[in-house]
């Protein structure tokens, strides 16, 4: 793996191991926001109840604690760069009586299994923060058995994901943050038509399909969704920590503006919207 690479996936491990705690705190409303991909990375993969799947980017464990759920005489391994993360991920599992688990902190791009390993393949908002993309989707298709079936979930357009814009843009509109490089890592990557379908296709992939989902955030408050939001988004939390305090005041009262507008009700629910990409090996 190239050095930039490297530095890019050390960067990533500690920014997720830092948030773990938020991630645990907030894990019902958001894993009730992004359960609709779930269910429907679940739907696609089709899976027989003695498969073996591997889930990667498993955060706190979704969707692999459901796939497991659902097999009878099944596995799943979840994996994840964080190893705080995957804590919180056998927590849950524990909580929900889950047994058939494994987990392994490990890079995407350096996957620690034999080729042909796994039945299936589920992976939820993960390629977009995947150093080398290409890298990753050959990594998964190396391991996937022939016949094998791969779902995965990233990020539409910015329009369709207020959830995250509504903080983004008042940051950007008052601050002068870098541009990130064309191709970096980054919650819209992988949003422009064709990116995730093409990537499949490179990396061997077929019978390549691609659909939208839609979730819902339900926030309740301005106040709930601010909190959230700067306990878990990175590049929220990122890019106040460069703000002085007036600052942060001004971003902040912008952000309840376009949040209470948007819902004059004061009953806050954002839709998000995400790609479900499918392929076959």
Same mark, same amino acid.
């Given at each position: 793996? /190239?050095?930039?690479?490297?530095?890019?996936?050390?960067?990533?491990?500690?920014?997720?191991?830092?948030?773990?705690?938020?991630?645990?705190?907030?894990?019902?409303?958001?894993?009730? @926001?992004?359960?609709?991909?779930?269910?429907?990375?679940?739907?696609?993969?089709?899976?027989?109840?003695?498969?073996?799947?591997?889930?990667?980017?498993?955060? #706190?464990? /979704?969707?692999?604690?459901?796939?497991? =759920?659902?097999?009878?005489?099944? +596995?799943? $391994?979840?994996?994840?760069? =964080?190893? %705080?993360?995957?804590?919180?991920?056998?927590?849950?599992?524990?909580?929900?009586?889950?047994?058939?688990?494994? #987990?392994?902190?490990? %890079?995407?791009?350096?996957?620690?299994?034999?080729? %042909?390993?796994? %039945?299936?393949?589920?992976?939820?908002?993960?390629?977009? @923060?995947? *150093?080398?993309?290409?890298?990753?989707?050959? /990594?998964?298709?190396?391991?996937?058995? *022939? &016949?094998?079936?791969?779902? #995965? !979930?990233?990020?539409?357009?910015?329009?369709?994901?207020?959830?995250?814009?509504?903080?983004?843009?008042?940051?950007?509109?008052?601050?002068?943050? *870098?541009?990130?490089?064309?191709? !970096?890592?980054?919650?819209?990557?992988? =949003?422009?038509?064709?990116?995730? #379908?093409?990537? @499949?296709?490179?990396? &061997?992939?077929?019978?390549?399909?691609?659909?939208?989902?839609?979730? +819902?955030?339900?926030?309740?408050?301005?106040?709930?969704?601010?909190?959230?939001?700067? /306990?878990?988004?990175?590049?929220?939390?990122?890019?106040?920590?460069?703000?002085?305090?007036?600052? +942060?005041? +001004?971003?902040?009262?912008?952000?309840?503006?376009?949040?209470?507008?948007?819902?004059?009700?004061?009953?806050? $629910?954002? =839709?998000?919207?995400?790609?479900?990409?499918?392929?076959?090996?």
């Amino acid at each position: 793996m /190239e050095q930039i690479f490297e530095q890019i996936r050390d960067q990533q491990r500690t920014t997720w191991n830092k948030f773990s705690p938020g991630w645990k705190k907030w894990d019902e409303l958001t894993m009730d @926001f992004l359960k609709p991909m779930g269910v429907e990375i679940i739907r696609l993969l089709r899976l027989r109840n003695d498969a073996v799947v591997l889930d990667v980017a498993s955060g #706190t464990g /979704e969707p692999g604690l459901s796939i497991a =759920a659902g097999l009878s005489n099944g +596995k799943v $391994v979840l994996t994840d760069l =964080a190893e %705080d993360m995957l804590k919180i991920a056998r927590e849950n599992a524990v909580e929900r009586g889950i047994n058939n688990i494994e #987990t392994v902190a490990c %890079d995407v791009c350096e996957l620690p299994f034999a080729d %042909d390993r796994f %039945d299936a393949i589920s992976c939820r908002f993960g390629f977009m @923060f995947f *150093p080398d993309m290409l890298m990753a989707a050959k /990594e998964m298709f190396r391991v996937l058995k *022939p &016949g094998g079936k791969i779902a #995965t !979930a990233v990020w539409s357009v910015p329009e369709k994901n207020f959830w995250i814009t509504a903080s983004m843009d008042a940051i950007n509109r008052n601050m002068d943050l *870098p541009a990130p490089p064309p191709g !970096a890592p980054g919650m819209f990557r992988c =949003a422009k038509t064709n990116v995730m #379908t093409d990537l @499949f296709t490179q990396a &061997g992939f077929l019978n390549v399909l691609q659909e939208e989902v839609t979730g +819902k955030m339900n926030c309740g408050t301005a106040d709930v969704y601010w909190e959230m939001m700067n /306990e878990i988004a990175a590049p929220v939390v990122n890019a106040l920590s460069k703000a002085d305090e007036p600052l +942060k005041e +001004k971003i902040k009262n912008e952000v309840f503006e376009a949040v209470n507008k948007r819902y004059p009700s004061g009953n806050v $629910v954002i =839709a998000g919207s995400a790609l479900l990409i499918y392929g076959e090996k």
